[in-house]
């Protein structure tokens, strides 16, 4: 049984957890900067790298005090390495060097997207693999083929935006706060969902890549007219705006959902994993639960706390590769990609 204390620092959140065994997560702490970020739209690179100096100790000490553990109890420490905001990235990794140095810890190298991958496991346990793995959220949009965890492979990802960052574009065109992905779930309720027919991007038969500029653009359009970009949107009623972000939220789940069945077919597989910030959304959990009910598919979802950027699933990844014999050097630098 391994003490594994985790740490993230890729985008926007600063993230510490202690998880044992890879499931039990005994403190999972997450300072958002999400309001130092609303006013500019987006995620400010400079701003993001001085809130993790600022937030990082903190953070760490609660999720050590959280999980009543000492530096004795910590096993080995894991820390997300690539990709995300370097400036960023570098905040945690240096974080992880010097505790692995003045503790004489191992130190573990974790990949952000596939912490996502794995953090259905977290819950769910080994039983999840075998799994076609779906990742969405605001930095990817990608399906992977997981056999074990020895073997992942991707099939398939998006060739211009991500699933999260159509949500939060589509949410400014409808002046709708930052981010936008949870807003648009929100407003979605009230909506119609077949109000309006937004096109859903296949990219072909054979296809389990994924495009979303196009819709993007095609709300914009829907919003202001044809060929433009603003002014629309005064016109239009508190319904008719809740009816647009609930289609364009239906043609974007209406893809996930189709492509990943795709996949179960090409692969055989019989499971599913969905983990990401997008995986939260309340409609694609629902849609993708019945479509593999449908199939006779088992899913799992990464739980909600989960699925945003979260150090548990750095340390749950982080401990399997712990059991791997995979621990890395002081030497270990951060990397954007
Ligand atoms: O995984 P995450 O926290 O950060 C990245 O690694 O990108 O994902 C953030 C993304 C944002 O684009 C946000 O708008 C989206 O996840 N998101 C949602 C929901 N909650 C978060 N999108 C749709 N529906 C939601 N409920
Ligand atoms: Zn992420």
Redesign the pocket.
């Known amino acids: 049984m391994a003490t594994i204390l985790g740490i993230e620092s890729s985008?926007d959140e600063t993230a510490a957890a202690v998880v044992v065994d890879g499931r039990d997560v005994r403190s999972n702490i997450v300072a958002s900067q999400v309001d130092l970020h609303r006013k500019y739209g987006g995620v400010v690179p400079e701003i993001a790298s001085r809130a993790h100096i600022e937030n990082m100790d903190a953070v760490v000490a609660e999720a050590m005090e959280v999980a009543k553990v000492s530096r004795c109890d910590i096993d080995a420490i894991a820390v997300t390495q690539n990709p995300g905001l370097i400036g960023s990235l570098l905040i945690g990794v240096t974080c992880a060097k010097t505790l692995a140095w003045y503790w004489n810890k191992p130190l573990l190298a974790v990949d952000h997207v596939l912490a996502?991958v794995y953090s259905p496991a977290i819950d769910g346990g080994p039983d999840v693999w075998p799994a076609i793995a779906m990742v969405v959220?605001?930095?990817h949009t990608s399906l992977y083929r997981v056999d074990d965890f020895e073997t992942v492979e991707r099939l398939g990802q998006t060739t211009d935006d991500a699933a999260?960052?159509a949500?939060?574009k589509v949410a400014t065109i409808l002046n709708l706060p930052y981010?936008?992905?949870?807003e648009?779930?929100r407003l979605a309720k009230r909506g119609d969902a077949k109000a309006v027919s937004f096109p859903r991007s296949m990219l072909g038969r054979e296809s389990l890549d994924f495009s979303f500029s196009g819709l993007k653009t095609a709300v914009l359009y829907h919003v202001n007219g044809p060929g433009k970009t603003s002014g629309g949107l005064e016109k239009l009623t508190e319904q008719q705006i809740a009816d647009i972000a609930a289609s364009f939220q239906e043609a974007v789940v209406d893809v996930l959902v189709r492509k990943t069945l795709r996949a179960l077919d090409r692969t055989g597989y019989a499971n599913v994993a969905l983990s990401?910030?997008?995986a939260?959304?309340?409609r694609l959990r629902a849609k993708m639960q019945e479509a593999c009910a449908e199939r006779g598919a088992s899913f799992f979802a990464a739980k909600i706390a989960y699925c945003?950027?979260n150090a548990a699933m750095i340390a749950a990844l982080g401990e399997h590769l712990f059991r791997q014999g995979q621990t890395v050097t002081l030497e270990l630098d951060a990397s954007a990609r």
């Open positions: 985008c996502h959220s605001g930095g999260g960052e949500f939060d981010p936008g992905g949870p648009i779930d990401g910030g997008v939260a959304n309340s945003q950027d």
